[in-house]
RNA sequence: GUCCCCUUCGUCUAGAGGCCUAGGACACCGGAUUUUCAUUCCGGCAACACGGGUUCGAUUCCCGUAGGGGACGCCA
């Protein structure tokens, strides 16, 4: 059913940017050291405190690239601003890629450690000619920035330092280092997402490579951690592709190979703002207690920018050889959840019955408050096949698993309290209860028929004249799995309790 | 404001100049099945942003307009 389409359906037009890319592979501009070409991606956070699900999206596409290649996916934090930093930020970030199914090669890189590394190629950049050193102060910055603002002008830091002599730096002032952008001409990226991008060199300015700190700017050590790392493929949120002119500098002025950059369009809320609290999920762990599982939304964020024909469930090994590239859109695609839903029910109908036990049993707990008994968990166990067919997502799931796992006596819904105390079903609940007493054997089949019995005897035929007291009863809703199934796990010890419950009610 | 990117049903997408009367999925609406609610199955509604080119022919290529998004920090 699934990828039945030809190779030469998923390739884009030839023309433009496509051409560049088989010339990348094999220019030697690759590098002495990676004479043979295997793939390395990797995904870089930053500890903020949860794993955003944009980031999970990168790192599912950077992560199949690499499987499907027999190449590596290497994870690295970002944690180089310590003011932010927090340990169990990077906890949440490694967990939620485990949740997720990402496993990372080697250990995670943690680029504040190479911090001295990248001041060495800051200085090094400034002995190349490549950078400056520069003694403005924030302030000075913010003055000039504002005036430029005022004045309707570019805001970048117009250069004053690049041609000083070293004899004008004012005494006691911690320097930064900024890198020296070229005056003139311009700079073009083969995107293998955007196509090719042109940025003239108007548009980049002297950035900062080395705070006065000693510490390196977010664009330095990317660079040079990339770099190290062996990174040949960047794929990263659209947000980047600007950056990635100014990357292109600093790996020019060191003679290191350019990486193939890929910029993945970004994920927008239902309203098309880029994806905020205010729309309810931003962190993976997130979608995880909302009871979603993590093949749906593996299987959701991979189509969400990126299609194979008309395949809509694909299994991580399908993903695995048919994630490339130019799959990719190019638009930015707004999260539904709606769609995730419906793959979530899709995945938990597939969903092994003992692995959903589990998975239900925290949303349970939480929900009754105490830990699970051995009897409701083997009735969930029991009724599972039943129960998943109905749910979209865990907490669904336990919702609907309610009435395994709760103490007798049931509550009732206000529905199913009405059904319960009509006359006509008091007197059926009663005539059912003396007859299940002695029914055998006690399965399904013979329920069902006991209850058709009934209904012919005292409901004119009509099956949910007892079916619905029956579910009422033993559920303490109007609306359930199928019941005679339900009644034969719960025992008949438990649904003439209930049942008795019910009659007295 | 400046620069960059984007634009096919409500949403995610298929689409490589004639295979398009524009396909699939989700959502929505109907119908069938059913002890309930679901599931499942069948059917339906629904889009190439606009304007110019190029071409015998444009959803597809080019230019513009409009709309959306992103970037402009001693954040990442």
Same mark, same amino acid.
């Given at each position: 059913?699934? &990828? ?30 990676? $004479? ?12 903020? &405190?949860?794993?955003?699900? &944009?980031?999970? #999206? ?10 499907? #290649? ?87 830091? !117009? ?58 700017? +977010? ?41 193939? +950059? ?8 239902? !309203? ?13 762990? !997130? ?29 991580? !090994? ?8 130019? &799959? ?86 206000? $529905? ?45 035929? $009509? ?43």
């Amino acid at each position: 059913m699934h &990828g039945r389409r030809p190779e030469h359906h998923r390739r884009r037009p030839a023309g433009r940017w496509r051409l560049d890319r088989s010339i990348r592979l094999h220019k030697p501009c690759f590098g002495k050291q990676r $004479k043979t070409m295997s793939v390395v991606t990797r995904i870089a956070p930053s500890p903020t &405190g949860f794993m955003h699900i &944009g980031t999970a #999206r990168t790192a599912l596409f950077s992560w199949l690239y690499a499987r499907g #290649r027999g190449g590596k996916f290497l994870l690295r934090i970002e944690d180089t601003d310590r003011e932010r930093y927090h340990p169990e930020a990077v906890d949440a970030i490694k967990s939620g890629m485990k949740w997720l199914g990402l496993n990372w090669d080697g250990d995670a890189v943690s680029q504040f450690e190479r911090r001295d590394r990248h001041a060495e190629i800051a200085r090094a950049l400034v002995e190349k000619g490549a950078a400056y050193y520069c003694y403005c102060s924030p302030e000075e910055l913010d003055v000039m920035r504002a005036q430029a603002v005022a004045e309707g002008r570019s805001q970048f830091y !117009d250069r004053r330092w690049r041609d000083r002599p070293a004899g004008d730096a004012p005494p006691g002032v911690k320097p930064v280092i900024r890198i020296k952008a070229p005056l003139a001409g311009d700079s073009t990226v083969q995107d293998q997402v955007q196509g090719p991008v042109t940025v003239d060199s108007q548009n980049l300015d002297d950035f900062i490579l080395l705070r006065s700190d000693g510490t390196p700017t +977010y664009m330095l050590a990317v660079v040079v951690d990339d770099y190290d790392m062996g990174v040949t493929h960047v794929i990263r949120g659209n947000d980047h592709l600007n950056n990635t002119f100014r990357q292109k500098l600093i790996i020019e002025a060191m003679g290191w190979p350019v990486p193939v +950059y890929a910029h993945i369009p970004l994920i927008h809320g239902p !309203d098309g703002a880029k994806l905020s609290k205010r729309h309810g999920a931003q962190g993976i762990e !997130d979608y995880r207690d909302m009871g979603y599982l993590p093949e749906a939304l593996r299987n959701y964020l991979l189509r969400l920018g990126w299609g194979h024909g008309d395949d809509e469930i694909i299994s991580m !090994d399908q993903a695995v050889a048919w994630f490339d590239l130019d &799959g990719i859109v190019k638009s930015p695609a707004r999260f539904d959840f709606a769609k995730l839903e419906s793959l979530n029910a899709h995945y938990m109908k597939e969903a092994d019955d003992a692995r959903l036990v589990d998975l239900v049993t925290p949303f349970l707990e939480k929900q009754t408050g105490t830990p699970l008994s051995a009897q409701s968990r083997a009735w969930l166990a029991a009724g599972m096949a039943d129960l998943k067919q109905r749910a979209k997502t865990l907490v669904a799931l336990a919702d609907e698993a309610h009435f395994y796992v709760a103490p007798r006596p049931l509550p009732f819904e206000d $529905k199913a309290r009405q059904t319960v105390s009509d006359p006509a079903a008091q007197h059926i609940l009663t005539i059912l209860a003396a007859r299940l007493e002695t029914l055998e054997p006690w399965t399904e089949q013979a329920i069902e028929a006991l209850c058709h019995d009934i209904a012919n005897q005292q409901a004119g035929g $009509k099956l949910g004249k007892v079916a619905m007291p029956l579910r009422a009863a033993l559920t303490g809703r109007s609306a359930s799995p199928p019941i005679f199934k339900a009644a034969e796990i719960l025992g008949r010890r438990e649904v003439l309790a209930r049942l008795k419950d019910a009659i007295a009610n």
